[in-house]
């Protein structure tokens, strides 16, 4: 049974070591940089597999699969450092290096995160806290923001990036969780006895107007429509998922009607353009069209195997280490290596769905729930967009994209749900 808990290990660290032993032979024999990088890597995720083992702190496949994501991400950065290099385009092609630094940093802030969370009881009584520092990030971004490709949704403090939205969906899943944790139980007799306006309950009410509020300031202020989005689903998914007025959903899609069109009319340049280049980005292939054209022939010159780390041409799709890195992977890792980043997106999901319904804690449960579909959903926005199944929106992919407001962020509510897990999850030896 040991022996059967370390496997899943040992198959990452295999995919590590061949992937960046491709690398090595394909940068050459004198340059043991992306081997260094190999061993980093791999070191770091044994060790936090035996202290997590060891500890039995919380569900070990949270972080098996992490580390895989993790490590695709990696490898394919790396390798758009070496194109970049070919290439001599200049510019920032120290990809990898800074995103095995925001690895350990987010490990780090993984454990705090976990120990915190399961030690401190009262999250649940801090909603006006949390609202308070949602509504404090948004203005902070609107008066001292810089923006970048459209959007006002970076902070820039001693030539470092800071992307506020990335802690505001945090601090948002964890308000609207002590929300709907205090609705009436499903299987409730007892009567409802909550304040009421037009016959919706009033804190259903003041939950309703903070979403938009979130959604109208990202919006309207930062044209950050991605997140925007994101909030709007983790919100309307948890109103079918608990118990909430009929009336208040009708109210909710009439609501997002309202703000798309107003945002249309206001920002019709901003969101024209990517509407446009999703319809028929072929009109316009050399401006608007031009990232969605790339992306679809990076993916389609991959096939189902890929043309192999080193063939392809990542330095030619816009924002590959970002937005497109997943048009990049399949590029050069091929279609099956993109079906299965997917498939652990799932087991991701699914992982998380189940410590939910295991949780005992309604706020907890809650919690966790919103954080698996923040998870989910933002990797479907940004999938669908970069195979056009969807309008392009620019955020990032959980683990794999290059960044590091993305990679802390993404490490704390894995730490979250992490900690969600510690009570009722039992590792057998």
């Known amino acids: 049974m040991t022996k059967m808990r370390f496997r899943p290990m040992l198959y990452i660290t295999l995919v590590n070591i061949i992937g960046f032993l491709m690398l090595f032979i394909y940068c050459g024999a004198d340059d043991f940089t992306y081997m260094y990088t190999c061993l980093i890597l791999c070191g770091i995720n044994t060790v936090m597999y035996l202290i997590l083992y060891r500890l039995e702190y919380g569900d070990l496949y949270l972080f ?33 290096s800074r995103q095995i630094m925001w690895f350990i940093v987010g490990i780090a802030t993984y454990f705090v995160t976990v120990f915190v969370f399961s030690k401190v009881r009262f999250w649940n009584k801090l909603k006006f806290v949390y609202m308070a520092l949602c509504f404090g990030l948004i203005l902070a971004t609107v008066i001292f923001g810089k923006e970048i490709n459209g959007s006002k949704n970076w902070i820039v403090i001693a030539n470092k990036s800071i992307q506020p939205s990335e802690i505001i969906k945090i601090f948002y899943c964890l ?54 989005l994101l909030l709007f689903l983790i919100y309307f998914a948890m109103c079918f998922v608990y118990k909430t007025s009929n009336l208040l959903k009708m109210i909710n899609i009439g609501g997002i009607l309202l703000v798309g069109i107003v945002g249309f009319f206001l920002l019709a340049d901003h969101i024209g353009v990517r509407v ?19 992306s679809l022939i990076a993916i389609a010159s991959g096939g189902y195997f890929g043309v192999g780390l080193g063939n392809g041409m990542p330095q030619s799709v816009p924002f590959a280490e970002t937005d497109f890195i997943f048009a990049a992977i399949c590029e050069e890792m091929g279609m099956f290596t993109g079906f299965a980043i997917i498939l652990l997106y799932f087991l991701l ?81």
Do not use: H
Not at 192 to 207: H, K, M, T, Y
């Open 276 to 294: 446009n280049a999703w319809q028929n980005p072929w009109q316009d292939a050399s401006g608007g069209g031009y990232q969605i054209i790339q």
């Open 64 to 96: 098996l699969t992490v580390s895989m994501l993790v490590s695709i991400g990696l490898i394919m950065l790396s390798r758009i450092d070496l194109a970049m290099e070919a290439r001599s385009a200049g510019g920032d092609s120290d990809f990898s």
């Open 349 to 429: 999901t699914y992982r998380g769905i189940k410590i939910a319904l295991k949780s005992n804690n309604e706020y907890l449960k809650a919690v966790c729930l919103s954080l698996v579909i923040a998870i989910g959903f933002q990797t479907f926005i940004i999938i669908g967009g970069v195979i056009k199944l969807i309008p392009l929106t620019g955020i990032t992919l959980p683990f794999v994209s290059y960044g590091g407001s993305s990679m802390l962020a993404s490490f704390i509510m894995i730490g979250i749900i992490t900690a969600v897990s510690m009570p009722d999850k039992k590792v057998k030896k």
């Open 175 to 228: 308000c609207i969780a002590c929300y709907f944790s205090a609705l009436p139980p499903f299987d409730s007799k007892k009567k409802d006895n909550r304040q009421r306006f037009l016959n919706i309950p009033i804190d259903e009410i003041i939950l309703c107007v903070f979403v938009y509020a979130c959604m109208g300031a990202l919006a309207l202020f930062q044209k950050e429509w991605g997140t925007a």
